[in-house]
C-alpha cells in the first residue's frame, strides 16, 4: 500500500467544560476552527474539503446538526461530509479526512467536531436508545452496565482487582491536572476512588468518564501543500477493525474476541503498526492516547496494542510502566476519564498525539516522542480506528 | 488526482411499500444481492461505508445495528450520516488512496417504521425554526415558489416532468400508474405552489454498491466512476440561491473536470437528477449545465428530456415515481450503472451518465458522479 | 475562550433557555426468527436457538443470518431452562426513565448455545454495593425462569440462582 502522504498540520481545541458553563454548539465549533486555522496558518480559503464529527446527535439535540452548523464550520459551498461512528466519530473522522488527501481529492481538509454531551439531560438516556429494539432494549442497559461487564470479565479472566482499576484512575487524574483544556483537573488518591459510589459492579464514579462539553479540529495536509511555518505530524499507519454488535457472542468456546480483552482494536492496531513499519510496539511507541472511557479498559486497551501481554497491565500499572515517568506513557492529557465530548473525544486523542509530536505539550509532554499511536472506540465496544502518528513519515518496511 | 480510478462491479437495491421483514433483513438481502452480483465472496471486501440516519430508523448509533447485516463485522466500518451520497464518496477516496481495494457502499430508509416528517423537522435550528413546522415537503415547496415567481412556465413543465417520469417508470415495469400532465396540475395543493403529484411519494428501501479498484475484481462488467464532486449550501433558506443552486454547479463542477467532461450537452448521454420535487429536476438540469434556469422548461415541453429525446433524464422514473428516505438517491447510482451494463429496463444512446444527489432540505448537500464504460475512464 | 455568559453581544448574565422535546414513535418490524422466538418463549415457556449451518455456532438471540458467515441461519434447537453467567453486572445507578436500582443484569450461555443472552437477575441479594452477591459471578450456574402470563416480550423470563 502507497498511500500519498498525509500529515497534519494544525490542531485546535477548546477547554472542555460542563455543558452548562460551555459555549453554544456553532460557537464551540467556530472557536476549535479558527484555532486550529491559526495553528496552520491558514484561512478557510486555504482549505479545501471538511469532515464534520458528530456522534449521536440526540445528545446535542439537533437532528443533522451538519446542516445547521455549515456555516460555524466554513464548509458552505464546499464538499463537506459527515461521519459517526458512535464514540469513534473522532477518529473515523480524521481517517476521513485522510483519506481525501491521500486519495488526491483534496490538499488540505479540516476536520472538526464539538459537543455538549449533557444538553438533553443525561446521556445514559440516551444509550439506552442503542440497543438493539427486540432482544436488548427493554432491560435498563446502558453504556456503563457494558464496560462494567467486560470490566467484571476481565477481573475474572486474569485475577485483576478493583485497585489495579483505581490505579488507572489515579494515573488519569494526575496527568488531567495537567492539562489546561481536560473537563477534570483534580488529582484522586486510591482510597478516594475505591470509596466512590458504585454505579455498575465494579465501575465507581471515579472509575468513570465525565460528560463534557467542548470542540476539537485539526487541519489535514499533503506533503506538497505544507507551508514552511507548519510543524508536520504525520500519519503514518492507519487501521480499523470492528467486532460483531452482539456482546453475548464473545464468550463461550467459538469467541473471536473474548470480551474481556480489548477486541478487535488489536486487528486494527496491527493494521496502522505494520502500515507504520512497527514490528515491536512495546519498544517502538513512546507514548499512547487511547480511548478509554472507564478504567479497565486501558488495561486492555494497552494489551490489545501490543504494549504488554494479556492480563498484564494490572501490575504493569503498579510499577508506574505508564506513568509519565514511565516506559509508555498512557494518556498524558488525562485521557477519556478526565474529558468525553464524545462526538470529538477520538479526534481529541489524534489532537493530543500531534503535541506530543511536536513537542508542545507543554506539562503533559512526553520527552522525545517520536512515535504517538491513537486510538478511537465506539458503539458496543465494537467499533476501533487506530492512527499512529511519527515526527518523519515513515512507511512499511 | 491520481491515475488510478474506481469501478463499480455490483450493485442491487429494493424499494417497497412495507415488507413484514425487519431492517436488518433487508440490509442483509440487498447485500447479499449485491455481492452476488459483483461474483465476489465476502471475504474479499475490505471495508464497508455505510449511510445510516439515527432518527429515521429509530436507533441511536445505528451502525452497531446495521454493520453486522451490511457484511462488515471485523472489518474496517465507517458509517457517514449526512447523506447516502456521501457514502459513495467516502467509498470511492478509500480506494483512490490506496488503502482499500474492494469497498461496499450500503443505505437505507425506511418510511413505513417511524416518522420521517418528525425526524427531517428536527433538523430544524432549535431557537428560530423548530417551534415552526418546518420539514421538507414546506422546504421544498418554498423553493418551488420562488422558482415559479422567477421562472415562467414552470407550471406546465412541472406537470411534463411528473408524467414523463411517471411514463418511464411504467415502461420499466415499476408499480406505478401513468398520470397526464393534466391530472398532475389538479391533483391538491400541498405546499403552496407544489401538488401532491409534484412530490416525490415515500417508500422502504436498501441499496448496495460494490466498489472495487481496477482489477481488484475479476469481472467484464465494470462501471467506472470518472469523477466526483460534492458540496454543501448555506442552511437557512433565506440565505440560499435556491433556484442557482450554486453548491450543485460547483459539485458538477468537480465532478466534470474530474471526470475530463468539458461539454455537458455533448459529452454525457443520460442523466439521473434528484426529483423529490418537479422543480428540484428543472432546476438540477440547469445548475449542472444542460440548461440554463430559464431555458428548462422549454426543454421538458420540447420532449429533450424524454427517454428517446437528446438528454434522457430519469429514464425508470426517478423518484417522483417512489423513492426511500435518506439511501434512496443511491439508488440511482445502481439504476445508471444497469443502464451503461446495458441491463436493467432502460437503455440509453451512449455510456456517459451523470447522476445527482441531494440531501437535507431543498437539497442543501448536492452531489454529482460522472460514471461511464471502464475504457473511458 | 468565551462562554455565553460573557459574550459581548449581550447584556444579559443569565442563560437564555429553549426547551425543545424530541417525540418519534417507532414500530419496528421483527424478523421472523426473533418473532418465532418470542413466540416459541410466549406460548410453550422455553428458549430457543438456531444454528449457523457454516460455523456450526447456536445463536441466542437468534437471528436470521450469521453476522460472522453471512450465511442464512437454520435448525431451531431447543434449550433448557439453565445455563452458566458469562457476563453481568449490578447496577446502582439511578437514570431517568429507567427502573430505580439496583438490579442485576446478567450475559447467560444457555446449555447447548454458543453465544449468551441478556436478561435481569433475581433473587439474588443486591445491597452490598462493594460485593456482588455468590450466585451473580461468572461461571456460576442459573436457572432460566419464565412468568406465568407471558406477552412475547424478552422482560417475560429472567434468570436466577440454581436450586
Request: include cysteine.
Amino acid at each position: 500500500m502507497n498511500s500519498r502522504p498525509v500529515a497534519a498540520v494544525g490542531v485546535g481545541q477548546t477547554r472542555f467544560t460542563n455543558t452548562a458553563e460551555a459555549a453554544t454548539y456553532p460557537e464551540l465549533l467556530r472557536q476549535a476552527t479558527q484555532t486550529a486555522l491559526a495553528d496552520a496558518g491558514l484561512g478557510m480559503d486555504d482549505i479545501d474539503a471538511v469532515v464534520f464529527a458528530l456522534a449521536p446527535e440526540s445528545l446535542m439535540g439537533i437532528n443533522h446538526a451538519e446542516r445547521w452548523c455549515v456555516e460555524a464550520i466554513g464548509a458552505a459551498g464546499k464538499p463537506v461530509l459527515r461521519v459517526q461512528t458512535g464514540g469513534a466519530t473522532g477518529m473515523s473522522a480524521v481517517h476521513a479526512g485522510y483519506h481525501h488527501v491521500a486519495g488526491g481529492a483534496a490538499e488540505r481538509v479540516l476536520v472538526v467536531g464539538a459537543d455538549r454531551v449533557r444538553e438533553s439531560g443525561d446521556a445514559q438516556q440516551i444509550f439506552n436508545k442503542i440497543w438493539d429494539p427486540i432482544y436488548e432494549r427493554s432491560m435498563a442497559h446502558t453504556t456503563i452496565s457494558l464496560i462494567a461487564m467486560s470490566a467484571s470479565r476481565y477481573m475474572w479472566l486474569y485475577n485483576s482487582t478493583e485497585e489495579d482499576m483505581a490505579r488507572v484512575s489515579v494515573k488519569a487524574h494526575k496527568n488531567g491536572a495537567n492539562n489546561p483544556n481536560a473537563h477534570i483537573r483534580r488529582e484522586v488518591t486510591i482510597d478516594e476512588v475505591l470509596e466512590s459510589r458504585y454505579l455498575a459492579w465494579p465501575l465507581k464514579l471515579l472509575d468513570t468518564c465525565p460528560q463534557s462539553a467542548g470542540g476539537c479540529a485539526t487541519v489535514l495536509s499533503s506533503k506538497e501543500a505544507l507551508e514552511p511555518s507548519q510543524d508536520p505530524a504525520w500519519i503514518s499507519g492507519i487501521g480499523m477493525s470492528n467486532d460483531t454488535y452482539w456482546v453475548g457472542d464473545r464468550i463461550g468456546p467459538k469467541l473471536i474476541y473474548d470480551y474481556g480483552d480489548g477486541g478487535a482494536l488489536e486487528a486494527a492496531a496491527r493494521q496502522a503498526y505494520e502500515q507504520a513499519g512497527i514490528s515491536d510496539p512495546a519498544k517502538e511507541v513512546d507514548a499512547v492516547e487511547t480511548y478509554a472511557s472507564f478504567t479497565p479498559v486501558e488495561l486492555h486497551n494497552a494489551e490489545a496494542l501490543g504494549l504488554c501481554a494479556l492480563g498484564t497491565a494490572g501490575p504493569l500499572f503498579q510499577e508506574g510502566f505508564f506513568d509519565m515517568d514511565g516506559q509508555i506513557p498512557l494518556n498524558p492529557s488525562g485521557g477519556v476519564i478526565c474529558t468525553n465530548p464524545i462526538s470529538v473525544t477520538a479526534m481529541v486523542r489524534f489532537v493530543e498525539g500531534v503535541l506530543q509530536i511536536r513537542g508542545t505539550a507543554e506539562a503533559r509532554q512526553v520527552k522525545g516522542a517520536e512515535t504517538v499511536v491513537t486510538t478511537g472506540s465506539g458503539g458496543s465496544h465494537q467499533f476501533f480506528p487506530v492512527s499512529v502518528l511519527t515526527r518523519e513519515p515513515r512507511s512499511a518496511n | 488526482m491520481s491515475d488510478r480510478w474506481v469501478n463499480i462491479v455490483g450493485a442491487a437495491y429494493g424499494r417497497h411499500d412495507h415488507r413484514n421483514d425487519s431492517l436488518e433483513e433487508l440490509i442483509y438481502e440487498t447485500t447479499t444481492e449485491a455481492l452476488a452480483d459483483a461474483g465476489i465472496e465476502l471475504e474479499q471486501v475490505d471495508a464497508l461505508v455505510s449511510a445510516g440516519s439515527d432518527q429515521i430508523d429509530g436507533r441511536a448509533i445505528t451502525s452497531m445495528l446495521s454493520t453486522g447485516p451490511a457484511g462488515g463485522d471485523l472489518k474496517d466500518e465507517t458509517n457517514i450520516a449526512s447523506a447516502s451520497a456521501h457514502a459513495l464518496a467516502m467509498g470511492w477516496l478509500m480506494i483512490l488512496s490506496g488503502q482499500r481495494d474492494v469497498v461496499l457502499v450500503t443505505s437505507w430508509g425506511r418510511a413505513s417504521e417511524g416518522e420521517v416528517p418528525a425526524a427531517e423537522h428536527l433538523t430544524a435550528d432549535p431557537f428560530y425554526d423548530r417551534d415552526l413546522p418546518l420539514e421538507d415537503l414546506v422546504a421544498m415547496a418554498m423553493q418551488a415558489q420562488v422558482h415559479r415567481t422567477q421562472v415562467d412556465g414552470v407550471d406546465a413543465a412541472a406537470a411534463a416532468v411528473v408524467e414523463k417520469n411517471l411514463a418511464n417508470a411504467v415502461a420499466a415495469g415499476r408499480p406505478v400508474e401513468a398520470v397526464g400532465a393534466d391530472a398532475v396540475r389538479e391533483s391538491p395543493v400541498v405546499g403552496t405552489p407544489l401538488r401532491e403529484l409534484e412530490v416525490s411519494p415515500r417508500c422502504d428501501g436498501v441499496v448496495c454498491i460494490v466498489l472495487a479498484a481496477p482489477g481488484a475484481v475479476s469481472t467484464d462488467r465494470a462501471v467506472a466512476i470518472r469523477g466526483m464532486g460534492w458540496a454543501s449550501d448555506r442552511y437557512r433558506l433565506a440565505d440560499r440561491d435556491l433556484v442557482g443552486l450554486p453548491h450543485l454547479q460547483t459539485a458538477s463542477k468537480a465532478a466534470f473536470e474530474r471526470a475530463g467532461i468539458s461539454s455537458v450537452k455533448d459529452d454525457v448521454d443520460f442523466f439521473e437528477l434528484h426529483d423529490y420535487s418537479a422543480d428540484a429536476e428543472l432546476l438540477a438540469a440547469a445548475a449542472i449545465g444542460l440548461t440554463d434556469v430559464k431555458s428548462a422548461p422549454g426543454l421538458v415541453l420540447e420532449g429533450a428530456t424524454a427517454a428517446d429525446g437528446r438528454w434522457p433524464v430519469n429514464l425508470t422514473g426517478g423518484s417522483l415515481a417512489g423513492d426511500f428516505p435518506f439511501g434512496g438517491p443511491l439508488a440511482r447510482v445502481a439504476e445508471a450503472t444497469a443502464y451503461i451494463r446495458g441491463e436493467g429496463p432502460s437503455k440509453t444512446n451512449g455510456s456517459t451518465g451523470l447522476v445527482q444527489m441531494s440531501a437535507g432540505f431543498a437539497g442543501q448537500f448536492q452531489t454529482a458522479v460522472v460514471l461511464d464504460r471502464p475504457e473511458e475512464a | 475562550m468565551t462562554t455565553k455568559q460573557d459574550s459581548p453581544q449581550s447584556t444579559a448574565t443569565e442563560p437564555w433557555i429553549v426547551d425543545q422535546h424530541w417525540d418519534i414513535t417507532y414500530q419496528h418490524v421483527a424478523d421472523p426468527v426473533a418473532a418465532q422466538f418470542l413466540r416459541t418463549m410466549r406460548d410453550e415457556g422455553k428458549l430457543t436457538g438456531i444454528r449457523c449451518p457454516k460455523c456450526e455456532r447456536v445463536l441466542i438471540p437468534p437471528r436470521p443470518f450469521c453476522d460472522r458467515c453471512f450465511v442464512e441461519t437454520e435448525g431451531w434447537v431447543d434449550l433448557p431452562p439453565e445455563g452458566v453467567i458469562e457476563l453481568f453486572t449490578i447496577v446502582h445507578l439511578r437514570v431517568k426513565g429507567l427502573p430505580d436500582p439496583p438490579y442485576a443484569l446478567v450475559y447467560v450461555r444457555p446449555d447447548g448455545a454458543d453465544t449468551a443472552i441478556m436478561n435481569y437477575f433475581r433473587g439474588a441479594d443486591l445491597s452490598n454495593a462493594a460485593e456482588p452477591p455468590a450466585e451473580v459471578r461468572i461461571g456460576e450456574r442459573v436457572g432460566i425462569k419464565f412468568a406465568d402470563e407471558r406477552t412475547g416480550r424478552m422482560t417475560d423470563f429472567w434468570y436466577e440462582p440454581l436450586g
